[in-house]
């Protein structure tokens, strides 16, 4: 089945630095990916929709300058988590859709959980 | 907005008996419902997806039931195992104008003793 692949997993990082989370297809090809987040004992909450050569669409109340998302090849979405703080801290889950699969459910990372100090 | 409630929160139960978890939408409105698993600290496992013309799907030991005029679905685990201990999450999908979303639901944690 469809696979993808989410890199780090576990994060820690300094207040004011920008780390990047990396998103990928491993099996087939996205032209959609969507990036949750989601707070202990909480749900999901998507962030944004990030589009293959374009623009990421972005939910309301998510900070576009804040979370940057490139979609820049099929396989391959990134967010990077800009001059982050410590309210930043959470678990980022990225998530795509096998345009070819039969049935049309959608594949998660594995999550990266993000340590702001 | 679309807006998914799960009951309950939480749910121990010891290992053998069977369960019912619980997964309401406010609109009809979906393209399909997905069952997902997470263990912590972990990714999202599908589980059963259910279209929207759907009554039921089955996996091994799982069946999902979805009345989509009512908006519910239901996921029907049998003989828990302590393997089965995660929190299980649904998901509708529904078309938007700018593309597919799915709208998660706020969980059901799961614990099964020995």
């Known amino acids: 089945g469809a696979v993808v692949s989410q890199h780090p997993s576990r994060v820690i990082c300094k207040s004011g630095t920008s780390v990047k989370i990396e998103c990928r297809s491993l099996d087939f090809q996205a032209t959609t990916m969507f990036w949750y987040r989601q707070f202990p004992k909480k749900s999901l909450m998507l962030m944004a929709t990030s589009n293959e050569g374009s623009k990421a669409t972005y939910e309301q109340g998510v900070e576009k300058d804040k979370f940057l998302i490139n979609h820049a090849s099929l396989t391959l979405s990134t967010l990077t988590v800009t001059s982050a703080h410590p309210e930043d801290s959470s678990f980022y889950i990225c998530?795509?859709?096998?345009?070819?699969?039969?049935?049309?459910?959608?594949?998660f990372g594995s999550g990266t959980r993000l340590t702001v100090v | 907005k679309q807006e998914v409630t799960q009951i309950p929160a939480a749910l121990s139960v010891p290992e053998g008996e069977n369960l019912v978890l619980n997964c309401s939408f406010t609109?009809?409105?979906?393209?399909?419902l997905q069952w997902f698993r997470q263990d912590p600290g972990k990714g999202l496992t599908s589980l059963l997806l259910?279209?929207?013309?759907?009554r039921e799907q089955t996996s091994g030991r799982l069946n999902a039931s979805l009345d989509k005029s009512s908006g519910r679905s239901t996921l029907y685990i049998a003989a828990s195992q302590p393997g089965d201990s995660a929190t299980y999450l649904c998901a509708v999908r529904r078309i938007t104008g700018g593309g597919n979303k799915l709208t998660f639901g706020t969980g059901t944690q799961l614990k099964v003793e020995l």
């Open positions: 259910i279209q929207s013309s759907q």
């Open positions: 998530s795509a859709r096998d345009p070819g699969a039969t049935v049309n459910g959608y594949t």
């Open positions: 609109d009809s409105a979906i393209y399909n």
